[in-house]
């Protein structure tokens, strides 16, 4: 089993940074991709960005070019840095691990941090 603790959410207003981090804990030498998801009240959940193991990324569109997803394999650690914020970015982000291929990440769930961007 993985554990998945999110944290660096909060309130910012529209045009500013959060970085969001996750924690992976027990068996973590079985994780390969990890990734990061959000929901915003109303919406169905939508993937954000994802990377594997080896720190190859991929971002979705909505957030290519504000958003950059990073890892550090040693600390067991993904971040998720936001810029540029928007009212849209307004959801709960989870972050997510995967155990399969280089880019599985939904095996695992964190509990998500809210996000709230201010117009």
């Known amino acids: 089993q993985v554990q998945l603790v999110e944290s660096g959410g909060g309130l910012v207003q529209a045009g500013g940074s959060l970085r969001l981090s996750c924690v992976a804990s027990?068996?973590?030498?079985?994780?390969?991709?990890m990734g990061w998801y959000r929901q915003a009240p109303g919406k169905q959940r939508e993937w954000v960005a994802r990377?594997?193991?080896?720190?190859?990324?991929i971002h979705a569109d909505s957030v290519r070019g504000r958003f950059t997803i990073s890892r550090d394999n040693a600390k067991n650690t993904v971040y998720l840095q936001m810029n540029s914020l928007r009212p849209e970015d307004t959801a709960v982000y989870y972050c997510?691990?995967?155990?399969?291929?280089?880019?599985?990440?939904?095996?695992?769930w964190g509990q998500g941090t809210q996000v709230t961007v201010s117009s």
């Open positions: 027990g068996s973590i030498f079985s994780i390969k991709g």
């Open positions: 990377i594997t193991k080896a720190g190859t990324t």
């Open positions: 997510t691990a995967g155990t399969g291929t280089e880019w599985s990440t939904t095996d695992y």
